[in-house]
């Protein structure tokens, strides 16, 4: 396991609740597999109806599939971005445990609404064979109860995926520990993301999609009891009295308000959290980086009161709100890489559904893969790539050649291998496209098997193995202690707004090109991802500039402790 640069939660800054149980520094193990438990239930009834949803609009509400693809952009972006404002309300308001059991309750709710669009005719639109010219679209009213339940199942899935990684990370207090953490957090999300993309989805196709979704509202039902069951176990970190938001802001604004004074001077406020504040002389000065904000901290006339404390927030701010500011600050380019990281992945998986509409899915003689399942190649892929690199790999790099992995090196790696697959992509779509011309009269579906799609999509899987563990302790490690339910969320939000900017490349290339037609068979989607890849590669060159740059802001030097083994006791 690679040594993180984590600097865990600052006891001045929040205070820790813990049950009799979590007395000793291996309580995090106790919690543990009730964290993970409930992440796998929700993770497992949110794959059954997001990963076929394409297939259910399609084929119950007469989609064009084009449409069908943009839809399920947009629902996954909102349910990538809802995650940033379960965190806000976890770290100022209500923490991260009432945080998760509230979404959990509101994607119970998302889900039995959209089981409902299934067992209810008068909620769907007549139905049509696929590809058939006289549809009748969905009505207002049909649309407006489906939009509610996918609004209601993904807010709920946002304010849960992300904020439940940030809460089982706190329960650990040793770095390496929360490291361990986020890789089997990935794990059991991939995990269960397989399952409910093979044996749910299968449901859905061949039996009912009732009973999928069903069966969904039910593994909601599991998650939710499973987290609630563990609450006196968990290590909870109290809400601040104010939130950390306005604090940032607070900088800002005081900044603003001492631009007229000089900087030359050497008395910034740094508190009074110790007696000995007042005669104390070797506190830190405020780094050089964003100088401007320095203002913030420095102590004027009628800044303080007689006791020592702040007379105004928005005019005088301590040196460590100044400095945790400055870290979002030097943190937002490695961020933007992120987005770019995730566009060209949003566009290839809603992309490989249609695909695998037009290819053979049959395997053996009875069965058929269902289209929305070409998911699964990648899952499967991340889950054993997360397995052989924590078990082997990063403990096989620390013993012989004493390196490890940062978090920054394993988004790299993960960035590089997402080229490769947009590249290979284009190559497999120009094949499929070739097969198709060769055959003169209209064909529904190519003579070309759908495990062509599994190379691609598996090397996607390899390279979120590395950069989506990568990301998320990076930024836990990184953010202010204040910060630590919105770190782990931050990267949901740009996961989210990648689905918005794929919606986007879509219809700039729609509206350009005629590369993206309704019936793809009459496009060129390998040079859709020619594009994405050639944006993937300039994104990458731009990362490695952003992160040569970075500094960590905790590094330890000891590469062996990366690997130490966890306390039996």
Known sequence: MEKPAVQCVDEAATKVQSSPARSNNNGGWISFPFIIGSMAGLSLAAAGWNNNLIVYLIQEFNMNSVSAAKVYNMANGCSTIFPILGAVVADSFLGCFSVIWISSFISLLGALL???????????????????????????????????????????????????????????????????????????????????????????????????????????????????????????IETQHESPFISLAQVVVAAIRKKPFSLGGEDYYHGTKSQDSATRTDFPKPSKFFRFLNRAALVTEGDKKQDGLIAEPWKLCTVQQVEDLKILIKLFPLWTTGLFLYTPLVIQASLAILQALKMDRRFGSHFKIPAGSVVVFTLISTCITITFTDRVLFPLLNRCIRTSLTP???????????????????????????????????????????????????????????????????????????????????????????????????????????????????????????VICVLGAANFVYYLVCASFYKYKNVDQEPNDCIDKIDSN
């Open 114 to 236: 959209l089981t409902f669009t299934a067992a209810i005719d008068t909620l769907r639109p007549q139905k049509c064979d696929y590809g058939s010219d006289d549809c009748r679209n969905a009505s207002t009213s049909q649309l407006t109860f489906l939009y509610a339940a996918l609004a209601l199942a993904y807010l709920g899935n946002g304010g849960t995926r992300f904020t439940i990684g940030s809460m089982g990370a706190n329960q650990f207090q040793k770095p390496k520990h929360q490291a361990i953490f986020f890789n089997w957090y990935t794990f059991a999300l991939y995990t269960s993301n397989v399952i409910g993309s093979t044996v749910l989805l299968y449901i859905e196709d061949n039996v009912s999609w009732v009973l999928g979704f069903a069966i969904c509202v039910a593994f909601n039902v599991l998650g939710l009891t499973i987290f609630l069951s563990g609450q006196r176990l968990y290590r909870h």
């Open 408 to 530: 920054l090196r394993r988004v790299g790696i993960g960035h590089l291998l997402t080229v490769v697959s947009m590249a290979l992509s284009a190559l497999v779509e120009s094949k499929r496209i070739k097969i198709v011309k060769s055959h003169h009269q209209n064909i529904v579906v190519a003579p070309m098997s759908v495990f062509w799609l599994a190379p691609q999509l598996a090397i996607t899987g390899i390279g979120l193995a590395f950069h989506s563990p990568g990301y998320a302790g990076f930024y836990y490690q990184e953010f202010p202690a204040s910060l630590k339910s919105t770190s782990t969320a931050v990267v949901a939000v740009f996961v989210g707004a990648a689905f918005y900017l794929g919606n986007g490349v879509m219809d700039l290339v729609q509206s350009v090109t005629g590369w993206l037609p309704e019936n793809i068979d009459n496009g060129r989607l390998d040079n859709v991802f020619c």
